[in-house]
C-alpha cells in the first residue's frame, strides 16, 4: 500500500461546516494527489502537489483548498461543505523517476457525506 | 469534455467467458495505465503500456496499446470471479502532468 493512510475513514458532517482530511505517506514521495470519486464521473483530480507549500489546482478544485507544510502530510479542507461535495475521497502518490511510467499508489479512501 | 472514453461501462459475464473492454481518445498519450478497483479500496495499478502497439500480458490479463498511441484495450481470458470490479484507464496527456482517468467500467464475474 506504499505507506499510504487516510483519516478520518468515514465523517458525516452539516452544511456549512469545515472539513479537513489527513493523507499521510511513509516514504517522503515529491507528489501527492487529491481526487474524488463519484457515480458517473469516475476519478476527477482537485489539487495536487509536487513539494511541501508547492500545490496546483486539479479539474475540480472549486470550494477545495490544500496545505502541505511537510512532505508527509497533504491536507484538503472543504471550507464550507455542501452536499455536493458528499463523495470519496481518495489521496494518491506518485511513485518513480518518469511521469510518463510512475505508477500512482492510492490511500484506502476517505467516505465523506455531507447533510 | 471526457478525455479516455471507457467501454462498455457495465459488463457481466458468467465465468469462463472472455471479454474485452476499451480505452479511446482523441488525444495521444505518451503512455496509458490499467488499474483495479474493488468495493471500498482504491485503484491499484495492473499495467502500464508505453510504446505504440505494445501488447503486455498479466496472467489472463492482456492489454494493448494502440499503434498511434490514442487507444488501449484489456482482453480478460476465461474470466473469474476475482476478476470482478471497476476497471480504470489513465495516462499523462504530457511531461509532468497528473493523470486523466476514464471513468470505468465495471465488470461482475458471475459464478
Known amino acids: 500500500d506504499a505507506g499510504i493512510t487516510q483519516s478520518p475513514r468515514h465523517k458525516v458532517t452539516e452544511t456549512g461546516t469545515p472539513v479537513t482530511l489527513r493523507c499521510h505517506q511513509t516514504?517522503?514521495?515529491?507528489?501527492m494527489y487529491w481526487y474524488r470519486q463519484d457515480p458517473g464521473h469516475g476519478l476527477r483530480l482537485i489539487h495536487y502537489s509536487y513539494g511541501v507549500k508547492d500545490t496546483d489546482k486539479g479539474e475540480v478544485s472549486d470550494g477545495y483548498s490544500v496545505s502541505r507544510s511537510k512532505t508527509e502530510d497533504f491536507l484538503l479542507t472543504l471550507e464550507s461543505a455542501t452536499s455536493s461535495q458528499t463523495s470519496v475521497y481518495f489521496c494518491?502518490?506518485?511513485?518513480?523517476?518518469?511521469?510518463?511510467?510512475?505508477?500512482?499508489?492510492f490511500g484506502p479512501g476517505t467516505r465523506l457525506t455531507v447533510l | 469534455t471526457q478525455l479516455l472514453e471507457q467501454s462498455p461501462q457495465f459488463l457481466s459475464i458468467q465465468e469462463g467467458e472472455n471479454l474485452t473492454v476499451y480505452c479511446n481518445s482523441s488525444s495521444v498519450f505518451s503512455s496509458l495505465q490499467w488499474y483495479r478497483q474493488e468495493p471500498g479500496e482504491g485503484p491499484v495499478l495492473l499495467v502500464t503500456v508505453v510504446t505504440g502497439g505494445e501488447v503486455k500480458k498479466l496472467k489472463r490479463l492482456t492489454f494493448q496499446f494502440g499503434d498511434a498511441r490514442k487507444d488501449s484495450s484489456l482482453h480478460i481470458t476465461a474470466a473469474q470471479p476475482g476478476d470482478t470490479g471497476l476497471y480504470l484507464c489513465?495516462?499523462?496527456?504530457?511531461?509532468?502532468?497528473?493523470?486523466?482517468f476514464g471513468k470505468g467500467t465495471r465488470l461482475s464475474v458471475i459464478a
Open positions: 489513465a495516462g499523462p496527456l504530457s511531461g509532468n502532468t497528473p493523470l486523466v
Open positions: 494518491a502518490i506518485r511513485v518513480g523517476l518518469a511521469a510518463s511510467t510512475d505508477t500512482q499508489y
Open positions: 516514504e517522503n514521495h515529491r507528489y
